[in-house]
């Protein structure tokens, strides 16, 4: 787009006001925050090495729960350690390749996640209705393909968000009412029109976020219908309980990106999309490895393996 680089010369960088001016209120926060932080690179880290550790976790299902894990570490780093710093510091600047670059970087991890979360619903529906043929389905070659195709997607659709939003004009002010460079708080300070960008917003919102949705939601009835035919309770129960987190999972992602991504931007308050952008940024990589995989017998078993809790004493 021609005036890609000529535009942003008004605006040289950007004022993240993030949560609150009251510095009480943001010196709790950096606590609440770094406590999040840590806590999802510990728990989301210890997932990935078990993985790698544990033989008996080399299957498809934990190969792409140890790719979640590693998304989820990289997308947190993207926001929360800038965020952190802006919480104790006066000045909250970030400038504008760095605010593009945060952008960018974000929507390549987060469109990836929610493709990667549809890929995972079908590992459970293959799983759980073609049982027998499983491991010849969800081959490592099928399982690698997968997630570049995911991948891939995230590259190329991040780039078009990212462009259509980065080459209108930023003549000023230059405050993002958010506490990172996201595409509906930056898009808020341009002084051109955004209607084409909201359209833009709409669309790429549903082939992101509805189509692997209806994935999700058809493998989930494909195998809810498997489920019922099952004659005992605790076989019913058991495989239930292998979808019950992904479906956790995929609501706290999904619910809050579709409210924040599908709606317009100057409508939506800066407030409430501070607390979404959290849900689906923060809280969930934070939960996941808790909802996820650490509740999870084959990961507690691996855990005490590999800690050598689980040994007998001599």
Known sequence: IHNFWDNHSFVSEFILLGFSRDSRINAILFNIF????????????????????????????????????MLDMSYVTT??????????????????????????????????EGWLFSVMAYDRYVAICYPLRYKVIMSPWLCG????????????????????TMCLPYCGPNEINHFFCE????????????????????????????????????SYVC???????????QGRLKAFSTCASHITVVTMFCGPAMFMYMNPGASASPERDKILALFYNVISAFLNPIIYSLRNKDVKKAFLKVTSWGRAPE
Do not use: E, R
């Not at 210890?46 to 729960?65: A, K, N």
């Not at 393909?145 to 259509?164: E, K, N, P, R």
């Not at 341009?190 to 833009?200: E, G, H, I, M, R």
């Open 223 to 233: 195998i809810f219908a498997t489920i019922l035919k099952i004659c005992s309770a």
């Open 145 to 164: 393909a997968m997630i570049v195709f995911c991948g891939l997607w995230g590259v190329s659709c991040s780039l078009v968000y990212t462009v259509f």
């Open 34 to 69: 770094l406590f999040l932080y840590l806590s999802t690179l510990v728990g989301n880290g210890l997932i990935v090495i078990l993985i790698h550790l544990d033989s008996h976790l080399h299957t498809p299902m934990y190969f792409l729960l140890s790719a979640l894990s």
């Open 79 to 112: 926001t929360v350690p800038q965020m952190l710093v802006h919480l104790v510091c006066q000045k909250k600047i970030i400038s504008y390749v760095g605010c593009v670059s945060q952008m960018y970087i974000f929507l390549v991890l987060g469109i990836t």
């Open 183 to 218: 595409v509906p708080a930056v898009l808020k300070l341009t002084c051109a029109d955004t209607s084409l960008n909201d359209q833009v917003d709409f669309i790429l919102g549903f082939i992101l976020l509805l189509i692997p949705l209806s994935f999700i939601l058809s």
